[in-house]
Protein backbone atom coordinates (compact mmCIF):
# COMPACT_ATOMS: atom_id res chain seq x y z
CA UNK A 1 0.00 0.00 0.00
CA UNK A 2 1.74 3.37 -0.85
CA UNK A 3 1.74 5.68 1.71
CA UNK A 4 3.55 9.16 2.40
CA UNK A 5 2.89 10.58 5.76
CA UNK A 6 3.94 14.26 6.67
CA UNK A 7 5.66 15.35 9.72
CA UNK A 8 7.28 18.64 11.48
CA UNK A 9 4.48 21.24 10.66
CA UNK A 10 4.34 23.77 13.87
CA UNK A 11 3.80 27.23 14.77
CA UNK A 12 7.01 29.25 14.37
CA UNK A 13 7.48 33.60 14.76
CA UNK A 14 8.39 35.12 11.38
CA UNK A 15 12.29 34.37 10.67
CA UNK A 16 12.34 31.27 12.23
CA UNK A 17 13.21 27.70 10.55
CA UNK A 18 11.10 24.15 10.43
CA UNK A 19 11.97 21.01 8.99
CA UNK A 20 9.20 19.14 7.24
CA UNK A 21 9.92 15.02 6.76
CA UNK A 22 7.89 13.31 4.13
CA UNK A 23 8.21 9.08 5.04
CA UNK A 24 7.13 7.23 2.11
CA UNK A 25 6.68 3.39 2.01
CA UNK A 26 4.67 1.20 -0.35
CA UNK A 27 7.16 1.60 -3.06
CA UNK A 28 10.36 2.46 -4.47
CA UNK A 29 11.55 5.96 -3.76
CA UNK A 30 14.34 5.76 -6.03
CA UNK A 31 11.81 5.40 -9.67
CA UNK A 32 9.57 8.73 -8.08
CA UNK A 33 10.09 12.89 -8.09
CA UNK A 34 8.53 13.72 -4.84
CA UNK A 35 7.48 17.44 -4.45
CA UNK A 36 5.96 19.43 -1.38
CA UNK A 37 2.69 21.58 -1.51
CA UNK A 38 1.17 23.54 -0.01
CA UNK A 39 -2.45 25.27 0.12
CA UNK A 40 -3.98 27.75 2.42
CA UNK A 41 -7.35 28.69 2.72
CA UNK A 42 -9.61 29.82 0.24
CA UNK A 43 -6.53 28.96 -2.41
CA UNK A 44 -5.09 26.67 -4.79
CA UNK A 45 -2.73 24.01 -4.14
CA UNK A 46 0.79 25.18 -5.14
CA UNK A 47 4.09 23.62 -5.76
CA UNK A 48 6.67 24.67 -3.43
CA UNK A 49 9.42 22.15 -4.26
CA UNK A 50 10.10 19.22 -6.25
CA UNK A 51 13.35 16.56 -6.20
CA UNK A 52 13.82 14.73 -9.53
CA UNK A 53 14.20 10.98 -9.08
CA UNK A 54 16.64 11.07 -12.55
CA UNK A 55 19.65 13.20 -10.95
CA UNK A 56 18.31 14.54 -8.13
CA UNK A 57 17.04 18.37 -9.66
CA UNK A 58 15.66 20.66 -7.23
CA UNK A 59 13.21 22.99 -8.66
CA UNK A 60 12.00 25.48 -6.41
CA UNK A 61 8.44 28.20 -6.07
CA UNK A 62 9.99 32.15 -6.80
CA UNK A 63 8.38 32.68 -3.47
CA UNK A 64 10.64 30.37 -1.44
CA UNK A 65 13.90 30.34 -3.54
CA UNK A 66 17.20 31.24 -1.16
CA UNK A 67 15.05 29.74 1.65
CA UNK A 68 13.61 26.36 1.22
CA UNK A 69 15.98 23.24 0.19
CA UNK A 70 14.24 20.03 -0.32
CA UNK A 71 16.31 16.76 -0.34
CA UNK A 72 15.91 13.58 -0.35
CA UNK A 73 17.30 9.91 1.31
CA UNK A 74 16.75 6.85 -0.59
CA UNK A 75 17.89 4.50 2.12
CA UNK A 76 15.67 5.83 4.32
CA UNK A 77 12.55 6.48 2.13
CA UNK A 78 12.24 9.89 3.18
CA UNK A 79 12.01 13.75 1.41
CA UNK A 80 12.21 16.44 3.74
CA UNK A 81 12.32 20.32 2.81
CA UNK A 82 13.88 22.48 5.08
CA UNK A 83 11.93 25.88 5.39
CA UNK A 84 14.21 28.95 6.69
CA UNK A 85 13.30 32.77 7.28
CA UNK A 86 9.40 31.77 7.27
CA UNK A 87 7.33 34.56 6.45
CA UNK A 88 3.44 35.14 7.38
CA UNK A 89 2.75 34.04 3.87
CA UNK A 90 4.12 30.63 3.81
CA UNK A 91 1.13 29.92 6.06
CA UNK A 92 -0.83 26.80 4.52
CA UNK A 93 -0.94 22.90 4.66
CA UNK A 94 2.03 21.53 3.48
CA UNK A 95 1.59 18.14 1.65
CA UNK A 96 4.08 16.09 0.26
CA UNK A 97 3.20 13.83 -3.14
CA UNK A 98 4.33 11.20 -5.65
CA UNK A 99 4.86 11.55 -9.20
CA UNK A 100 7.55 13.30 -11.55
CA UNK A 101 9.06 16.69 -11.98
CA UNK A 102 11.18 17.57 -14.90
CA UNK A 103 11.52 21.67 -14.33
CA UNK A 104 9.98 24.42 -12.41
CA UNK A 105 6.42 23.71 -13.96
CA UNK A 106 4.94 20.50 -12.63
CA UNK A 107 1.33 20.42 -11.41
CA UNK A 108 -0.58 18.56 -8.65
CA UNK A 109 -2.74 16.28 -11.21
CA UNK A 110 0.77 14.45 -12.34
CA UNK A 111 1.39 13.40 -8.96
CA UNK A 112 -0.84 10.90 -8.42
CA UNK A 113 -0.40 10.08 -4.17
CA UNK A 114 -0.54 12.33 -1.89
CA UNK A 115 -0.38 12.63 2.45
CA UNK A 116 -2.28 13.85 4.62
CA UNK A 117 -0.27 16.80 4.62
CA UNK A 118 0.95 18.85 8.10
CA UNK A 119 -0.04 22.77 9.21
CA UNK A 120 2.46 25.68 9.07
CA UNK A 121 1.59 28.81 10.74
CA UNK A 122 4.05 31.51 10.87
CA UNK A 123 2.61 34.45 13.21
CA UNK A 124 4.33 36.80 15.73
Known amino acids: QVQLVESGGGSVQPGGSLRLSCAAS????????IAWFRQAPGEEREGVACISNIDNSTYYADSVKGRFAISRDNAKNTVDLRMNNLKPEDTAVYLC?????????????????WGRGTQVTVSS
Open 26 to 33: GFTLDYYS
Open 97 to 113: ARGYCKSEHYYPDTFNS
